[in-house]
């Protein structure tokens, strides 16, 4: 039995639920966007007709708002967004368990050998669709195929409030003339690449040599070549199924851009007890950490270095970030966002190769004493115990009348 997958993408996704939630938005050019206080002021989702002005997700508001000047711009309120993704989950599983989640508002659904309970892939859209204007007052497209990479080629195919089937008996009429970078997983380098090979279509990459696309792109390139092909046979994961995770990170865009090193250690003792939460969450310790800055340039650059041991303690963390910072940020500019990563993960407790002359009892009693202040977090809230170093601070910034205080110690202090 040939596979039916389905793949399903709420339009516009965070513009539709505002407009569903105030009507009054309806029919008119606006937009969700982020916190210009925050610095983070950028188009996160725009209305069709704000589209047809030129609107682009991702640019500054500023940007959009001189293409359509009588825009409509909308905080961003991610909790009524989840909301709306988990009510969109519910409605697929009515239909079936195989329901894998990419990003919140587009998934997978694998309704093989449903036929005879809900109708072929196009009727279930259909179905889908309606549902979707019915219960939740916004528009998804559907795209229906054998495999997941042009189902999800199909939902982007035709849009808004849509359905499109690419398979076997049309592949190569519909999808190969599309740009490559119209095809899963084919970024903007991966495209640059193919392109001064003279690879330009989904057709030009589906009749490559596919020896030629490994030795170019590895093996992700291959399964590009598969999946133009139309050979890629992915499986949807159950709705419960959760990947091994491979790494936890946080990071911020500041509100001011930070002038010197204390503001920089100060900033990363609070993204690593973000992560610390994150490890500690998940019962994992981390073996290598990265960090990621950018500056007021937005030019972004980073490193990466080995723990001495496998941990979770937001103190290790941050003395290590500050150590990966110092060894390649030489102010030329300010800082203006910081993306603190723990990567190599272990489950905690795992066995530990110690070194010749240890330290590592001072650095168990550390790791207890994460668990211990986890624990009240957990319990009395994220800010009821914390480092002295940052009492008083506002979390969403930094309090220069404060950067002077010492930060090569880490005190715990009760709220």
């Not at 793949?7 to 939630?21: G, K, L, P, T, V």
């Not at 001189?66 to 969109?88: E, H, I, N, R, T």
């Not at 599309?178 to 380098?189: A, E, I, N, R, V």
């Not at 330009?200 to 490559?208: E, N, Q």
């Amino acid at each position: 039995m040939s596979p039916t997958i389905l793949h399903a993408d709420m339009n516009a996704c965070y513009a539709s639920i505002e407009q569903a939630r105030n009507p009054a938005l309806r029919g008119k050019a606006m937009a969700v966007c982020g916190s210009v206080e925050a610095r983070n002021g950028i188009i996160l989702a725009k209305s069709q007709e704000a589209k047809i002005q030129g609107v682009k997700t991702g640019e500054a508001i500023w940007e959009a708002q001189q293409k359509c000047p009588g825009l409509l711009l909308v905080p961003a309120d991610f909790s009524l967004y989840l909301a709306y993704s988990k009510m969109a989950h519910h409605i697929y599983l009515d239909y079936t368990n195989r329901v894998e989640a990419f990003g919140m508002d587009e998934c997978w659904l694998d309704v093989t050998g449903t036929d005879r309970l809900f109708g072929d892939g196009e009727t279930l859209a259909r179905t889908l669709r309606r549902r979707f204007r019915d219960e939740l007052e916004v528009t998804i497209s559907v795209g229906i195929s054998d495999n997941k990479f042009f189902a999800k080629l199909g939902s982007d195919y035709k849009k808004p409030d849509a359905q499109t089937r690419i398979d076997r008996s049309n592949y190569k009429e519909v999808a190969w003339p599309l740009p490559t970078s119209d095809l899963l997983f084919c970024g903007p380098q991966t495209t640059r690449k193919l392109a001064r090979f003279g690879i330009h279509t989904i057709g030009d990459l589906a009749r490559s040599d596919p020896e030629f696309i490994r030795k170019l792109l590895g093996i992700n390139g291959y399964r590009l070549w598969l999946a133009a092909n139309g050979r890629d046979r992915t499986p949807v994961a159950p709705y419960d199924f959760r990947p091994p995770i491979k790494s936890l990170g946080c990071g911020t865009t500041f509100r001011r851009d930070l002038v010197n090193r204390d503001e920089v250690a100060l900033s990363l003792r609070r993204l690593a007890k973000e992560v610390e939460g994150k490890l500690l969450s998940a019962g994992l310790s981390a073996s290598r950490l990265s960090l990621s800055v950018r500056d007021n340039t937005l030019f972004q650059m980073g490193d990466d270095l080995p723990l001495p041991y496998p941990t979770q303690n937001a103190q290790d963390l941050a003395d290590r970030a500050l150590d990966i910072f110092d060894g390649f940020w030489f102010w030329k500019h300010r800082v203006r966002a910081m993306t603190l990563r723990a990567s190599r993960l272990l489950p905690q407790p795992k066995a530990v190769q110690r070194a010749f002359f240890p330290d590592y009892p001072a650095h168990e009693k550390k790791e207890d004493l994460s668990r211990a202040l986890f624990a009240i977090r957990s319990r009395f809230g994220s800010k009821s115990v914390d480092f002295a170093a940052l009492y008083g601070y506002d979390y969403a910034d930094l309090d220069r009348d404060r950067a002077d205080m010492p930060t090569n110690k880490f005190v715990a202090c009760a709220r």
